[in-house]
């Protein structure tokens, strides 16, 4: 079973049951919304209601009253790739030690793509690349009711020339992927059997591919969990990006055309083709 977002013909976002590829609207669950304000047992009750079949392109699984958020600097090899791009290394090493995380807003329904669709790079950065995340669903109730994969993306140049340029270089249109849909947390694998692979693919080349695991994270979900909802009200819940474990080496950029694949063992494939965000959006 996974849950997914349908864009319809008539133009609507419809939530949607998904079993062996067919799609089925829960009567009491119009959209993602209503599901992530139910609790986790409520959610799993409201699931065997499914009825009515629906067809739709899978759209990224996101509603306009949820933000996305990122957490950063969660694995070690996270934490070298900034001190290696970044004129001031020691704030990261300072993060990756601490016990508050790095936590960030990322993105809005509008900035973000589904599976397929395309993903962006700015114009004005000399170098972005791919950041292959798992994202958890939190609903109102800080339940974790889901998994999905994220792609960060990131311009690398940009962040690297000040980490307080970090929101130009993570929040601009189709600066995020998010799918293929959501894995039940209820069905989803342990942490350990997470394996996260990521390539670029380049014409018919493989540019780039790197492996880790969520098993690597360097703090604990509910832990991060617990500071993002510090301070903060989600009427709607939210989804929480992880942070990556794999980043590409400081020779390896995003290029129009690249298509980034990332695979998360038991929640699924997220693939997206890279275009360039000019500097006026139509």
């Not at 900035?111 to 700015?122: D, H």
């Not at 969990?225 to 989600?234: E, G, L, P, S, W």
Request: glycine share 6%.
């Amino acid at each position: 079973m996974k849950l997914s977002v349908l864009h319809t013909k008539d133009e609507q976002y419809r939530f949607a049951v998904t079993v062996d590829g067919v799609h089925r609207t829960v009567a009491s669950l119009p959209t993602l919304t209503e599901a992530m304000h139910l609790t986790l047992a409520e959610l799993k009750a409201a699931l065997t209601q499914a009825s009515t079949e629906i067809t739709g392109t899978l759209a990224a699984p996101i509603a306009p009253e949820i933000e996305l958020w990122g957490a950063g600097v969660t694995y070690l090899r996270s934490r070298d790739a900034r001190k290696e791009e970044s004129g001031v290394p020691d704030v990261y090493q300072l993060v990756y030690e601490a016990d508050r995380p790095e936590l960030f807003f990322k993105s809005t329904a509008v900035r973000a793509r589904g599976t397929n669709a395309l993903i962006g790079i700015r114009y004005d950065s000399e170098a972005s690349v791919p950041e292959p995340e798992v994202a958890i669903y939190i609903n109102k109730h800080r339940e974790i009711i889901g998994y999905a994969i994220c792609n960060d993306v990131t311009a690398r140049s940009i962040e690297g020339e000040n980490p307080l340029y970090l929101s130009q270089a993570k929040i601009y249109i189709g600066s995020t992927s998010l799918g293929p849909d959501i894995t039940p947390s209820w069905l989803a694998p342990s942490a350990d059997q997470m394996a996260i692979k990521a390539k670029i693919v380049r014409g018919s080349n493989i540019e780039w591919e790197a492996e880790t695991s969520l098993g690597n994270l360097n703090r604990t979900l509910e832990d991060l969990v617990n500071y993002v909802f510090r301070c903060q009200d989600f009427p709607h819940g939210l989804i929480l990006s992880t942070g990556t474990g794999i980043v590409p080496p400081m020779d390896i950029s995003l290029a129009a055309g690249d298509i980034v694949e990332i695979n998360v063992a038991g929640v699924g494939t997220l693939s997206n083709t890279v275009e360039v965000i000019p500097e006026r959006v139509k």
